[in-house]
C-alpha cells in the first residue's frame, strides 16, 4: 500500500521559513517525479513546485521562484519543500504528490499524479 506523508506545517509570521517533508512508503517512485500542490480556501489546487527523479531538475510556480526550494533524497523516500519569505499569500493546504510511473517530464497538472498525501496547514500571519 502506498503512503505519502507530509508533516512540518504551521503557522508562521510573513517573512518567517517553514520546511515541509513527505515521507512515502510502500513503494520508491523510481524514476518518477514528485510534487508538491497547495490548496487555499475557496480556491483549486495547483502547483507549488515538481522535482525530476535524480533531482537535477525542478519546476515553480511563478508565485514561489526565488522563495522555495524542492529536494528529494530517494535513499530515504522524501521529498522536502524549504519556503522562506513566506508572504500571507502562501496560505494554504500543501499536499505531496507522486506519479505511478516513470517519466521524464516535470508535469504540473494535478490529474498526472496518482498519489497523494493528506496534506499539511500552512497558515502565514500578516
Known amino acids: 500500500q502506498v503512503q505519502l506523508v507530509e508533516s512540518g506545517g504551521g503557522l508562521v509570521q510573513a517573512g518567517g521559513s517553514l520546511r515541509l517533508s513527505c515521507a512515502a512508503s510502500?513503494?520508491?517512485?523510481?524514476?518518477?517525479?514528485m510534487a508538491w500542490f497547495r490548496q487555499a480556501p475557496g480556491k483549486e489546487r495547483d502547483i507549488v513546485a515538481v522535482?525530476?527523479?535524480?533531482?537535477?531538475?525542478?519546476v515553480y510556480a511563478d508565485s514561489v521562484k526565488g522563495r522555495f526550494t524542492i529536494s528529494r533524497d530517494n535513499a530515504k523516500k522524501t521529498v522536502a519543500l524549504q519556503m522562506n519569505s513566506l508572504k500571507p499569500e502562501d496560505t494554504a493546504v500543501y499536499y505531496c504528490?507522486?506519479?505511478?510511473?516513470?517519466?521524464?517530464?516535470?508535469?504540473?497538472?494535478?490529474?498526472?499524479?496518482?498519489?497523494w498525501g493528506q496534506g499539511t496547514q500552512v497558515t502565514v500571519s500578516s
Open positions: 504528490a507522486a506519479r505511478a510511473g516513470p517519466t521524464p517530464y516535470l508535469y504540473a497538472e494535478e490529474y498526472e499524479y496518482r498519489y
Open positions: 510502500g513503494r520508491t517512485f523510481s524514476g518518477s517525479p
Open positions: 522535482i525530476s527523479w535524480s533531482g537535477g531538475s525542478t
